[in-house]
């Protein structure tokens, strides 16, 4: 059975950075692409970043690079997102998944875990 469980989330000031994590367990990690995705209050899910198996390379949503850095441990079947700068726009759950390719149009395989809420605020 796959299972993502994503942590890190909280309460962050503007500005602050975050480190997110989702520990995936039920598949062969190493052998897929991860992504993160968020949702926004009100709105649709989004996707903000994704990695290949191997971990070299990234694909980052062109509004969010500088600051959103997707990293992954085959070791510790954990994938990791790192964010900079936070602005109150960031305020969402992220969720994590693996995608069908290591493609910005490919899509999530599984169904969704319960997230973790990054909530930017003064």
């Known amino acids: 059975q796959v299972q993502f469980v994503e942590s890190g989330g909280g309460l962050v000031q503007p500005g602050g950075s975050l480190t997110l994590s989702c520990t995936a367990s039920?598949?062969?990690?190493?052998?897929?692409?991860m992504s993160w995705y968020r949702q926004a209050p009100g709105k649709e899910r989004e996707l903000v970043a994704v990695?290949?198996?191997?971990?070299?390379?990234?694909m980052v949503q062109d509004s969010l690079k500088g600051r959103f850095t997707i990293s992954r441990s085959n070791d510790k079947n954990t994938l990791y997102l790192h964010i900079e700068s936070l602005r109150n726009e960031d305020t969402a759950v992220y969720y994590c998944?693996?995608?069908?390719?290591?493609?910005w149009g490919a899509g999530p395989l599984d169904a969704w875990g319960q997230g973790t809420l990054v909530t930017v605020s003064s």
């Open positions: 998944n693996r995608q069908t390719a290591y493609s």
């Open positions: 039920g598949f062969s990690f190493s052998s897929y692409p």
């Open positions: 990695i290949p198996g191997t971990g070299r390379g990234m």
